[in-house]
């Protein structure tokens, strides 16, 4: 499958990187922590086929630049907010998966004239539940190891063997996608952002962020939510939460999945998105729904 070609734009001085690809309805595609855009590889062609989809790399990732400074949800939001500015985006499908989830959610709660719909693959934000891993790269003391745990070299070989599988069609994309947030931080600058950006959300005992307590306010805005029963990265249970807490709102638990359904099951995926997109009218695009729904709770 072909891969879309990285554009790039300048926002505030700093070079931001995203893929885009096809015409209509815009869809804004945002990948989890130590991802980048690449991540979407596999449904971007399909879903590009009906919609305008944009993937961006967010600054601290990818190819986008790494910056000293703010890499908290509110400024990663802010940070897509001008982007879509900048693209001539009015309106978008927001998507995001693991801390990408948590930036769409806090992009729908800051700026909901933004987002026709809300689709929340494997997202943080949800709970305090996650992954080990993260907990203990979040500890006092870890960026010091990290050149230790993911030395440049290592991360080198195992991108020639992931690319050379790929292309002979052999592919793990659980594995794959792990394997990518591996060796992004086998350089200086991607781990500074990577431990900027994740202590403002894990702490060692599990995620400090939690949108639980004001989900009621995307029950005037379709939400999809999509979620592997074999997430082991952030548990399934947060999706259940999740779609309780909205009113309205669609869960999808997908089978023998992981932590990465687009990629592990991308026809699936695809299936899922284009049908809630083509039975959903986007949400309202003023702020009063929001003025109501806070009002409502206030009693």
Same mark, same amino acid.
């Given at each position: 499958?072909?891969?879309?070609?990285?554009?790039?734009?300048?926002?505030?001085?700093?070079?931001?990187?995203?893929?885009?690809?096809?015409?209509?309805?815009?869809?804004?595609?945002i990948h989890g922590l130590a991802g980048s855009s690449l991540t979407w590889r596999e449904v971007m062609p399909t879903l590009a086929e009906k919609y305008d989809v944009?993937?961006p790399d967010l600054l601290g990732h990818g190819e986008s630049a790494k910056p000293m400074g703010d890499y908290s949800l509110g400024a990663m939001a802010s940070g897509l907010r001008d982007l879509l500015a900048i693209l001539d985006v009015e309106r978008?499908?927001?998507? +995001? @998966?693991?801390?990408?989830?948590?930036?769409?959610?806090? %992009? !729908?709660?800051?700026? =909901?004239? #933004?987002?026709?719909?809300?689709?929340?693959?494997?997202?943080?934000?949800?709970?305090?539940?996650?992954?080990?891993?993260?907990?203990?790269?979040?500890?006092?003391?870890?960026?010091?190891?990290?050149?230790?745990?993911?030395?440049?070299?290592?991360?080198?070989?195992?991108?020639?063997?992931?690319?050379?599988?790929?292309?002979?069609?052999?592919?793990?994309?659980?594995?794959?996608?792990?394997?990518?947030?591996?060796?992004?931080?086998?350089?200086?600058?991607?781990?500074?952002?990577?431990?900027?950006?994740?202590?403002?959300?894990?702490?060692?005992? +599990? @995620?400090?962020?939690?949108?639980?307590?004001?989900?009621? %306010? !995307?029950?005037?805005? =379709?939400? #999809?939510?999509?979620?592997?029963?074999?997430?082991?990265?952030?548990?399934?249970?947060?999706?259940?939460?999740?779609?309780?807490?909205?009113?309205?709102?669609?869960?999808?638990?997908?089978?023998?999945?992981?932590?990465?359904?687009?990629?592990?099951?991308?026809?699936?995926?695809?299936?899922?998105?284009?049908?809630?997109?083509?039975?959903?009218?986007?949400?309202?695009?003023?702020?009063?729904?929001?003025?109501?729904?806070?009002?409502?709770?206030?009693?």
């Amino acid at each position: 499958m072909a891969e879309i070609p990285l554009s790039h734009v300048k926002i505030h001085g700093h070079d931001v990187r995203y893929r885009r690809a096809g015409t209509g309805e815009s869809i804004v595609l945002i990948h989890g922590l130590a991802g980048s855009s690449l991540t979407w590889r596999e449904v971007m062609p399909t879903l590009a086929e009906k919609y305008d989809v944009i993937a961006p790399d967010l600054l601290g990732h990818g190819e986008s630049a790494k910056p000293m400074g703010d890499y908290s949800l509110g400024a990663m939001a802010s940070g897509l907010r001008d982007l879509l500015a900048i693209l001539d985006v009015e309106r978008a499908t927001i998507v +995001g @998966q693991s801390f990408g989830g948590g930036v769409a959610m806090q %992009l !729908a709660y800051q700026h =909901p004239e #933004l987002c026709n719909r809300l689709v929340l693959v494997g997202s943080g934000g949800l709970g305090r539940e996650v992954s080990w891993i993260l907990r203990l790269c979040s500890l006092p003391g870890a960026e010091q190891l990290m050149p230790l745990v993911f030395p440049r070299p290592v991360a080198g070989i195992g991108n020639a063997i992931g690319g050379f599988l790929h292309d002979r069609g052999m592919r793990a994309p659980l594995v794959g996608e792990m394997w990518r947030a591996y060796s992004s931080l086998a350089g200086a600058e991607n781990r500074k952002a990577f431990v900027r950006t994740m202590r403002g959300v894990i702490e060692p005992s +599990g @995620q400090t962020v939690s949108a639980l307590d004001r989900l009621y %306010l !995307a029950g005037n805005l =379709p939400t #999809l939510i999509v979620w592997g029963d074999r997430d082991a990265i952030i548990p399934v249970e947060h999706a259940h939460a999740a779609h309780e807490a909205i009113p309205g709102s669609r869960l999808e638990i997908l089978e023998g999945v992981g932590h990465f359904p687009h990629a592990e099951a991308p026809d699936r995926f695809t299936e899922v998105m284009c049908d809630f997109m083509a039975t959903t009218e986007a949400g309202p695009s003023t702020h009063l729904g929001l003025r109501d729904a806070l009002v409502a709770a206030a009693g």
